[in-house]
């Protein structure tokens, strides 16, 4: 079946662009979070959703960082007036279920650079 | 201090050797642990979980866990260079919403 897609895989901005950023999660998961990598380093959690509900989103950077998930199944963040610093992979993963033992399966990711 | 640290290598083993990987967490109430694989340029990819101390097999990997001294490591035997990639460790959230701490990874290299 399919796993996660995200859109787009590159996306180039100027600095004080505002960008909108797509996960479809696989179907029927009920997680779903958002993470940030940057260049060396490990996946930094942004964002959970169960279903539609955001549950945490302690990540976030600042409030230029935006998630929603309005039908429970695709997610999109949105960053608002982008910085140089926000140049990343975003990562979209979703599981099965709320369990802390659920396998999270990654998506692609969205490579951001902000010029 | 980070929560999930590892050692960013990297780490040079030869073929057919065996890689260890090691990892320390400094939540102690944390649940769930698992090695993620990732080639450069992709997303990470699970390779093991382990839920209670001792060992997990599974097929070359082996997943160890020692929550008294907060540690868990990976070994992978009989190395080969498809192996080569960043290895992340990975700690589940104890608090209900199950967001993952990651290490900074250890980037593996097989040498043939």
């Known amino acids: 079946g399919a796993g996660v897609s995200q859109s787009p895989r590159y996306k180039v901005a100027k600095r004080g662009q505002d960008v909108a950023l797509r996960c479809d999660p696989i179907?029927?998961?009920?997680?779903l979070f958002w993470y940030q990598q940057a260049l060396g380093q490990g996946p930094e959690f942004l964002t959970y959703?169960?279903?539609?509900?955001?549950?945490?989103k302690s990540g976030l950077p600042s409030d230029r960082f935006f998630a929603e998930r309005p039908e429970g199944s695709v997610s999109t963040l949105k960053i608002q007036r982008t910085q140089q610093e926000d140049s990343a992979v975003y990562l979209c993963a979703s599981s099965l279920e709320r369990l802390a033992q659920e396998t999270q399966y990654f998506g692609p990711g969205t490579r951001l650079l902000v010029l | 201090q980070k929560e999930v640290e590892q050692n960013s290598g990297p780490l040079s083993v030869p073929e057919g050797a065996i890689a260890s990987l090691n990892c320390t967490y400094s939540?102690?109430?944390?649940?769930?642990f698992f090695w993620y694989r990732q080639y450069s340029g992709k997303s990470p990819e699970l390779i093991m979980s382990i839920y209670s101390n001792g060992d997990k097999e599974d097929g070359r990997f082996t997943a160890q866990l020692n929550k008294a001294s907060q540690y868990v490591s990976l070994l992978i035997r009989d190395s080969q260079p498809s192996d080569s990639a960043t290895y992340l460790c990975?700690?589940?959230?104890?608090?209900?919403?199950?967001?993952?701490?990651f290490g900074t990874g250890t980037r593996l290299t097989i040498i043939p």
């Open positions: 939540d102690r109430g944390s649940q769930s």
């Open positions: 959703f169960q279903n539609e509900a955001q549950l945490d």
């Open positions: 179907s029927g998961h009920v997680s």
């Open positions: 990975a700690v589940g959230s104890n608090f209900g919403n199950e967001k993952l701490t």
